[in-house]
């Protein structure tokens, strides 16, 4: 991604209503919604992992898992250092939708789907981690979202381009 891309995909991060929401959030309202990110990445990657023939999405899939799980341990963590117990993740009505509609559907059309619901949702996910790690009240869970957004724009980034499926 040029460097110009980035500016303009984080100036709309910045700017957008999730990033407002993530600056007056709590932090149990982070560590939930941060909770609910990862769980639907690691099932839609699982489904992918489980289904699609495609080797790009099918790696890509196996690096949301990996990495998901990693992220879904710091917040977990953070959490704890900040005197909270972590929720039982559960996904947002949204995100459960989109992995049902996911689940609808075959093949290549499954394929394309899942990358653009994997930006829509990265998006979601790097303006709440941004804002959390701007103006959360928690130090070691702004800590925490510091730490994963970079890796949230790098799955972004990492995203097959048209021909990618």
Not at 24 to 31: C, F, I, K, L, Q
Not at 52 to 65: D, F, G
Not at 72 to 77: G, P, S, T, W
Not at 115 to 132: C, I
């Amino acid at each position: 991604m040029t460097p110009p891309a980035r500016i303009a995909i984080a100036v709309a991060l910045a700017c957008s209503p999730i990033a407002a929401h993530a600056q007056t959030m709590s932090p149990a309202d982070y560590v939930k919604e941060a909770e609910a990110s990862d769980l639907y990445e690691r099932r839609s990657s699982q489904l992918m992992l489980s289904t699609s023939a495609n080797p790009t999405v099918r790696a890509y899939a196996q690096r949301m898992i990996r990495d998901h799980a990693r992220s879904i341990a710091q917040i977990r963590a953070a959490a704890m250092r900040a005197g909270l117990r972590p929720p039982h993740a559960r996904m947002a009505a949204l995100q459960a939708d989109d992995l049902h509609k996911l689940q609808l559907v075959k093949g290549r059309a499954r394929d394309k789907l899942y990358l653009q619901e994997q930006s829509a949702s990265h998006q979601q996910a790097l303006a709440l981690h941004q804002g959390y790690a701007q103006h959360g009240s928690s130090a070691p869970l702004k800590a925490a979202a510091a730490r994963i957004a970079p890796v949230v724009q790098a799955h972004l980034a990492m995203l097959p381009k048209g021909g990618g499926i």
